[in-house]
């Protein structure tokens, strides 16, 4: 019996609440996360001296060093997950990175702050299991809605946290977002502990299956594997830019000492839209059908990417970046509405530890990426290798979804 029956009788009165709690836990876990992405390569900067092509490489180990743990983690919180509950995950993640991150504000060289981002990886998975959470209690003619609102909170605090981390790092130092973030983390630690509940049955001992036989009992195993590598291709695609947006603006601004505070208003600017066009995308994915979003969003990745190569003002950055915000809503949240719609229950916790997984590894070549195309070539350069991504990740999906058609 999956764990979604085994609920029903109380879903109504758990899946909304905790839909609630779980936004605004991710949203402010979004916040903390991304709080230094605007000066995490002028923070390095400030830890020695270096070269141009040194402070581009170190920042892109910095961006990529936790997702490279959280790839070989994910799968086995998943699998503890359908064990144990997704409850007892998420006190563990929010715990273990609210010290981890605390502890960054105080490396004084690089390896430290790579070292502490590796530890990072191993406590990560709040995110995924709130999403596993949502995703197995929530009725399945409302995931659509449920999970693009749910996106909202990580995506719009992920993309709304530069605005705060530059501001904070403009007027009071580079170390203090870190000690707020590890603050906001603690503080969805106990939301988490009071207020998230799970009826929550594990499969009995002895009748648990292996991830083989798990994708082997799949309704669609070929969309499931498909989808992974769709959510790896657009994590590379929006990461590659993360490593030079701050050194990118400076740029277009010619050296101004407002540097960090816009360039966290600039990073700010798709979460806005994100906060916007998520739900209304999930919910239009409910009626039409999620794979019309998903097409759709990779297309508008793919017009919006090559002029911001080509911009010749902080403005029309601006304006660009906030229309990937709406690109960016009609893709992960479709991704993960899709995985659950072809997911039995039980396995939920599995499927997406793996999806996460594949995720972390587009957040760790998506730095590298952007790190050495700009170091080799050009800032401009990311943007169009970063639109050359989407049109391969639209070719991938388009093709895959056709042949599921073909076969029905």
């Known amino acids: 019996m999956s764990s979604n029956t085994q609920n029903a009788p109380n879903e109504n009165n758990y899946w909304k609440r905790n839909l609630i709690v779980l936004w605004f836990s991710t949203f402010v876990t979004g916040i903390g996360f991304s709080m230094i992405t605007p000066f995490m390569p002028l923070y390095i900067n400030s830890l020695g001296n270096f070269t141009k092509s040194q402070l581009v490489i170190w920042n892109g180990i910095a961006f990529s060093a936790t997702f490279l743990v959280m790839a070989i983690m994910s799968p086995i919180w998943g699998k503890i997950a359908d064990r144990r509950g997704r409850k007892?995950?998420?006190?563990r993640a929010a715990l273990g990175m609210s010290i981890v991150i605390f502890l960054q504000a105080f490396v004084s060289a690089p390896w430290q702050l790579v070292v502490l981002r590796l530890l990072q990886g191993v406590f990560s998975g709040f995110v995924s299991n709130a999403t596993t959470l949502i995703a197995s209690t929530a009725p399945k003619s409302e995931s659509g809605r449920a999970l693009g609102t749910l996106n909202t909170g990580v995506i719009s605090g992920t993309l709304l946290g530069p605005l705060v981390g530059g501001i904070i790092a403009q007027y009071f130092g580079y170390r203090i977002p870190f000690m707020i973030t590890g603050s906001l983390l603690f503080l969805a630690f106990i939301l988490t502990v009071i207020f998230i509940k799970e009826d929550f049955h594990p499969v009995p001992k002895g009748k648990e299956e292996s991830t083989k036989e798990i994708f082997r009992h799949l309704k669609n195993s070929n969309t499931v594997l498909a989808l992974f590598v769709t959510t790896m291709i657009i994590q590379i695609s929006n990461n590659s830019i993360n490593p030079i947006i701050s050194l990118y603006v400076s740029q277009l601004m010619h050296g101004s000492d407002k540097v960090t505070l816009i360039a966290g208003v600039v990073?700010?600017?798709?979460?806005?839209?994100?906060?916007?066009?998520?739900?209304?995308?999930?919910?239009?994915?409910?009626?039409?059908?999620?794979?019309?979003?998903?097409?759709?969003?990779?297309?508008?990745?793919?017009?919006?990417y090559i002029p911001q190569a080509f911009v010749n003002n902080i403005w029309q950055l601006a304006i660009l970046r906030f229309l990937v915000g709406i690109s960016d809503a009609c893709l992960i949240p479709p991704v993960q509405t899709l995985l659950?719609?072809?997911?039995?229950?039980?396995?939920?916790?599995?499927?997406?530890?793996?999806?996460?997984?594949?995720?972390?590894?587009?957040?760790?070549?998506?730095?590298?990426?952007?790190?050495y195309v700009s170091s080799a070539l050009s800032y401009s350069a990311v943007f169009l290798t970063t639109s050359g991504l989407a049109f391969v990740n639209f070719f991938w999906v388009f093709t895959h979804l056709h042949r599921k058609k073909a076969k029905k």
């Open 267 to 304: 990073a700010a600017l798709p979460g806005i839209a994100n906060i916007i066009a998520a739900p209304r995308f999930g919910a239009l994915g409910d009626r039409i059908g999620t794979e019309k979003i998903l097409i759709s969003g990779l297309i508008f990745a793919i017009l919006v």
């Open 88 to 91: 007892l995950m998420l006190i």
């Open 340 to 371: 659950t719609k072809n997911t039995d229950d039980q396995y939920t916790g599995r499927i997406f530890g793996y999806n996460q997984s594949f995720q972390a590894v587009g957040n760790v070549c998506g730095p590298l990426l952007g790190s």
